[in-house]
T-cell receptor
Framework: DAGVIQSPRHEVTEMGQEVTLRCKPI?????LFWYRQTMMRGLELLIY????????DSGMPEDRFSAKMPNASFSTLKIQPSEPRDSAVYFC????????????FGQGTRLTVV | GENVEQHPSTLSVQEGDSAVIKCTYS??????FPWYKQELGKRPQLIID?????GEKKDQRIAVTLNKTAKHFSLHITETQPEDSAVYFC?????????FGQGTELSVKP
């Protein structure tokens, strides 16, 4: 398996624009996590899915953020409208929920909102 | 919900010395505690983990200890090398939700 795949790797957008980040988890994994990493806040859990169902979205900062997982092999995180304070590295991770196993991270998307 | 506190935020040691990073968690139902290493510009990667039914685990120069009663766990790195320089994160998992500490930036000086 190629691991968790995220796209794009880098995104620069203007304030007010819509941004969509994409993630393909490892095949067979049934949990998927979206994290935001900044110097000030570290690795914040935004939302996690189990079997494609959102289980906990309490970390989503506000209504401008939304996430979907239409099937077991794809998830999106959307920010609309984007703001400069959304600039961060966004990581997607997946694991196998049964047995509490290692979470594997994607390479991340570095988002810059200008 | 779960809260994970990690200390120190920065740690500088001489090559060959030991390094210890400590974490506490709030939810006694958490049952899995991984440690991740993140090099500059890279993704976090697992270096060692421990489950709640185990008190200690060792893998070459790294070891993790868990005290369930006190709800704290620690990472120990012995004989540190310059390539150990990175940011280290502890985490706690409960009910499928994985929460990370704030991270420790370890610097190993040659």
């Amino acid at each position: 398996d190629a691991g968790v795949i995220q796209s794009p790797r880098h995104e620069v957008t203007e304030m007010g624009q819509e941004v969509t980040l994409r993630c393909k988890p490892i095949s067979g994994h049934n949990s998927l996590f979206w994290y935001r990493q900044t110097m000030m806040r570290g690795l914040e859990l935004l939302i996690y899915f189990n079997n494609n169902v959102p289980i906990d979205d309490s970390g989503m900062p506000e209504d401008r953020f939304s996430a979907k997982m239409p099937n077991a092999s794809f998830s999106t995180l959307k920010i609309q409208p984007s703001e400069p304070r959304d600039s961060a590295v966004y990581f997607c991770a997946s694991n196998l929920r049964v047995g509490n196993t290692e979470a594997f991270f994607g390479q991340g998307t570095r988002l810059t909102v200008v | 919900g779960e809260n994970v506190e990690q200390h120190p935020s920065t740690l500088s040691v001489q090559e060959g010395d030991s390094a210890v990073i400590k974490c506490t968690y709030s939810d006694s139902a958490s049952n899995y505690f991984p440690w991740y290493k993140q090099e500059l510009g890279k993704r976090p990667q697992l270096i060692i983990d421990i489950r709640s039914n185990v008190g200690e685990k060792k893998d070459q120069r790294i070891a993790v200890t868990l005290n369930k009663t006190a709800k704290h766990f620690s990472l120990h790195i012995t004989e540190t090398q310059p390539e150990d320089s990175a940011v280290y994160f502890c985490a706690a998992l409960k009910g499928g939700k994985l929460i990370f500490g704030q991270g420790t930036e370890l610097s190993v000086k040659p």
